[in-house]
């Protein structure tokens, strides 16, 4: 990779603590700027016109539907750079909490107190898909960080040199930790 393509690109946990941490934050204001561009701050329905029994809302489906790919794609990028539970802190919790200062904030109670219901399925479903786009994310990264790989391959090459009944030859055990057989008929 290019240096730049490695500082835009790369692990944020290999950055220096200064660009991790305003990245971050760059996240975070994003997502709450799509946040505040897409969706009005007044989430109420209105009647269309005076008298009218008809309700509208200023809540439009090209509005969610631009909000929800701006929050999938920065769930990507930060999927790919960053730990698992970052996007869900800088990708969902910013508009989930400003959906919930939107609900708290008016000035008159709501139809029936319905926005309760409507915050927490909202934020479930933003979390769900944040969720999603990062594992997918994750699954292109190039170093995962995971340290459970070693130790998958050290307890498989364990089991192998164990059934075949060789030893190590330095006279040593084994560091490896044996797992209890789940076959009660099966020999250790």
């Known amino acids: 990779m290019t240096p730049m393509t490695e500082k835009l690109l790369g692990l944020l946990s290999k950055r220096p603590w200064t660009e991790r941490w305003l990245t971050r934050l760059l996240g975070a204001a994003l997502s709450s700027a799509a946040y505040l561009l897409c969706l009005p701050w007044d989430l109420r329905n209105r009647p269309e016109s005076p008298g009218s029994t008809t309700e509208t809302t200023p809540v439009s489906v090209l509005g969610v539907a631009a909000l929800a790919v701006t ?88 089991s192998s040199h164990s059934s075949s009944g060789a030893s190590s030859g330095t006279g040593g055990g084994s560091s490896a930790v044996r797992r209890p057989s789940l076959n009660p008929g099966a020999r250790s």
């Open 71 to 158: 929050l999938l794609l920065l769930a990507l990028y930060f999927g790919h750079r960053d730990a698992l539970a970052w996007p869900l802190l800088l990708v969902a919790a910013p508009p989930a909490t400003l959906m919930y200062l939107s609900f708290r904030t008016n000035p008159e109670p709501p139809d029936a107190s319905l926005w309760p219901l409507t915050w927490a399925f909202s934020t479930l479903v933003m979390a769900a898909g944040v969720l999603v786009a990062t594992s997918v994310a994750r699954q292109f990264r190039e170093d995962t960080g995971d340290s459970t790989d070693g130790l998958v391959f050290a307890h498989s090459s364990h």
